[in-house]
């Protein structure tokens, strides 16, 4: 008699103890990367030194910092960060400079190391990648070529990386904003490997006095989550699962994404990428359409951040094309026939990417272009040997 009620406690203990694992198991809903706080939210005073390093590159050898080119100053700033708070700083790169000659700015932001465990030792059912942002450089952006930032994730372990974020156009927004979630397939990333952060701020500068800039970042955040409860990780019925899924909410088992922002098409409020939401696009399909943007300025493709005399231009070098990099030549005229008024820009365009050109407005032609409100611009891409391909646009006047 004694012996079984011995089991039968025996029994009721490891029932208790599995509940116990159990709870303690589904309470570990998500893990944060990177782990230390300092590094994730720049929560300097509570937790110390985030531990991020910088460096800055130019692509020209005339480039004497800031003569020549614009000198950066890169600096942990200790309050001030998304959200307020005295402890809460942040990531800030602030440009200065004279005059410059044309060139490439990158700045690299690179996080400490840190080890990857997923979630509490095992493989996530979801990731998710978060951001703040804000950008005060207005005038700065207004004579650049193109800026953008991109997020990587480096595989120290392996010596791989994985884009998070691939160039994404940067525009003014004096305020911290948060970029929309990204999500990262779990299997893309190896459970007991070391990782690290790199955010890329890079800049194309034209010849020209440069005004300064600040670019700021906080809250870099990699969320491993556990799948909710009744999801069947596929809330849509799409047949993706919702860890891999770029829109869990809405059917789309094409996984179609026009602009490889990480959003799909179904769910995506700016398809094409062009800054106008679909709403107020003509064509939300086309990056090339100008639209309007909400603040009433020039949008879309002409950015809403230049001066009355600029015409805005994105050119796209196909993934098929037959060179790396496509010859690119572009140029304003007043009507399909008529005198040129713009300068004349030539550049390369990398295989598969888009870039920002921006024309100036001749002083004789300025106030007649200003009158109609468009200038028709010439576009050629060359993608390989074959003949250039000649594209004519009309495109408004920005007055941001």
């Not at 990262?184 to 955010?199: A, D, E, K, M």
């Not at 047949?239 to 809405?250: E, K, Q, T």
């Not at 994105?314 to 572009?330: F, H, L, S």
Request: glycine share 10%; hydrophobic share 35%.
């Amino acid at each position: 008699m004694k012996g079984r009620n011995l089991r039968a406690a025996i029994a009721a203990l490891m029932i208790g103890v599995t509940g116990l694992v159990m709870a303690g198991s589904a309470s570990a809903a998500t893990s944060l990367y990177h782990p230390d706080k300092a590094s994730r939210t720049f929560d300097f005073l509570s937790d110390g030194d985030p531990g991020w390093t910088a460096s800055t590159d130019y692509d020209q050898v005339l480039c004497i910092p800031p003569v020549t080119c614009p000198s950066v100053q890169n600096e942990n700033v200790l309050s001030g960060g998304a959200g307020g708070g005295t402890n809460n700083g942040y990531l800030r790169s602030e440009y200065f400079g004279l005059t410059s000659v044309a060139t490439t700015t990158t700045v690299t932001r690179t996080s400490p190391t840190f080890a990857y465990s997923g979630l509490d030792g095992a493989q996530p059912d979801s990731l998710s990648y978060t951001l703040e942002r804000r950008v005060e450089a207005q005038q700065l952006l207004a004579l650049l070529d193109s800026a953008s930032y991109s997020v990587a994730l480096d595989d120290v372990t392996s010596g791989t990386s994985l884009a998070i974020v691939d160039q994404a156009p940067i525009t003014n927004q004096p305020d911290w904003t948060a970029i929309p979630a990204v999500t990262v397939n779990p299997s893309q990333l190896t459970l007991g490997h070391s990782y690290r952060f790199r955010i890329v701020t890079k800049l194309s500068i034209p010849v020209g006095v440069i005004p300064n800039g600040s670019f700021d970042y906080d809250d870099n955040v990699l969320t491993a989550s556990a799948a909710d409860s009744g999801d069947g990780a596929d809330t849509d019925n799409d047949g993706i699962d919702n860890a891999s899924d770029n829109c869990p909410s809405v059917s789309n088992a094409d996984q179609a994404d026009l602009d490889n922002d990480h959003i799909g098409d179904a769910c995506d409020e700016d398809i094409d990428g062009d800054g106008v939401p679909n709403g107020s696009d003509p064509d939300p399909r086309d990056p090339d359409v100008p639209g309007v943007s909400p603040s009433g300025a020039g949008g879309g493709t002409q950015g809403a951040f230049a001066g009355g005399d600029k015409v805005r231009v994105k050119v796209r070098c196909p993934r098929n094309a037959t060179a790396a990099k496509c010859k690119v030549k572009v140029v304003g005229r007043s009507a399909r026939k008529g005198p040129r008024v713009t300068n004349v820009v030539r550049t390369k365009v990398k295989r598969g990417k888009r870039k920002l050109i921006t024309l100036t407005v001749a002083q004789p032609f300025l106030s007649q272009a200003q009158s109609t409100g468009r200038v028709m611009v010439v576009r050629k891409v060359r993608k390989g040997p074959q003949k250039p391909k000649k594209r004519l646009l009309s495109r408004p006047l920005v007055n941001g």
